[in-house]
């Protein structure tokens, strides 16, 4: 198996047939996740990316988004 994470906060998870999408939550949804446990409101925060991109969380109906600068 293999994992991938993207400079966009997106992760992609290999396995010998292709995607397994089940295990594709993203490293940037993951984190908003543990900061809200944390009783941190993640919309307060400005994400750093590796590739130089600055992004805001977003609450969505169903859970979080967020938006690039």
């Given at each position: 198996m293999k994992v991938?994470?993207?400079?966009n906060?997106?992760?992609?998870c290999?396995?010998?047939y292709?995607q397994?999408?089940?295990?594709?939550?993203?490293?940037m949804?993951?984190?908003?996740e543990?900061?809200?446990t944390?009783g941190?409101n993640?919309e307060?925060?400005?994400f750093?990316f590796?590739?130089?991109g600055?992004?805001?969380?977003i609450?969505?109906e169903?859970?979080?988004?967020?938006?690039?600068?």
């Amino acid at each position: 198996m293999k994992v991938i994470f993207f400079a966009n906060g997106n992760t992609a998870c290999l396995d010998d047939y292709g995607q397994v999408p089940v295990l594709q939550k993203s490293w940037m949804q993951l984190y908003i996740e543990f900061l809200e446990t944390q009783g941190v409101n993640p919309e307060d925060i400005i994400f750093q990316f590796p590739n130089g991109g600055v992004a805001k969380a977003i609450r969505i109906e169903d859970g979080w988004n967020w938006s690039f600068d």
